[in-house]
């Protein structure tokens, strides 16, 4: 591994908030370096300082104390615009609630992150198609959300995170909306996903799901633990 690029370089990182009069330290002393191609996932439980995590590698919460370097640039030097530009550029990210807009078709939810950078129509028309045909949901491009599985949304979703080609794959509980056998095909697209390449943090509560990620960190009370094998 020591030939691939660094996509995530964390160093010393601390973030602590206020809740009246009280200080909370959510991230502790944090260290973590995700390596290009990896697939990696976050455990720990509600309160672990997860979510905390996820915000600040997602670059949708400043760095407080320590470093960050996602594909070298150094996050916590960043602004609130460049920020913006990052995640939308270099992240493709995938909630447990999936965030289509009701109103727009599949083929039109996936199409968005391209508009919004300023790709052609036509261009973004193109790149989601493949994209779409790839999750194998081409068939349905046409449909709103209300007229899919959840399954199916998660797929949607998947592909609007994928359409921009990012460095990194930021999935969210994944799997937290669906039944058993339809996250287990969800799990399966990540493994083939990051099989062709695809760099991917998951963060999730469940041992089960963490144990699809070829690498497993735990995080206890803002501690990170590396996994041991």
């Not at 330290?25 to 976050?42: D, M, P, R, S």
């Not at 995590?53 to 594909?71: A, R, S």
Request: charged fraction near 20%; include cysteine.
């Amino acid at each position: 591994m020591e030939d691939r690029t660094n996509v995530i370089h964390i160093e010393s990182l601390s973030r602590s908030f206020r809740i009246g009069e009280s200080e909370v330290q959510a991230l502790k002393n944090v260290n973590l370096t995700v390596n290009e191609g990896e697939f990696l996932g976050i455990l720990g439980p509600s309160g672990s300082g997860k979510s905390t995590l996820m915000n600040v590698i997602g670059c949708m919460d400043t760095v407080q104390k320590g470093e960050y370097h996602l594909m070298g640039l150094p996050i916590q030097n960043m602004n609130d615009a460049q920020l913006t530009l990052i995640r939308n550029r270099l992240i493709g990210f995938i909630f447990q609630k999936y965030f289509l807009v009701p109103k727009y078709s599949v083929l039109q939810n996936v199409m968005m992150p391209l508009l919004v950078r300023g790709v052609s129509h036509r261009e973004a028309m193109e790149r989601s198609l493949e994209k779409l045909d790839l999750l194998e949901m081409k068939e349905r491009i046409h449909h709103r959300p209300n007229e899919l599985s959840g399954g199916q949304q998660q797929r949607v979703a998947i592909a609007r995170a994928l359409v921009g080609e990012p460095k990194l794959l930021l999935a969210d509980e994944p799997t937290g909306a669906l039944d058993t056998k339809t996250g287990a095909e969800v799990l399966a697209l990540f493994e083939k996903l990051n099989a062709m390449g695809n760099t991917i943090v998951m963060i999730t509560h469940d041992l089960n799901v963490a144990q699809h990620a070829h690498r497993i960190v735990r995080i206890i009370d803002g501690v990170l633990h590396e996994e041991a094998g």
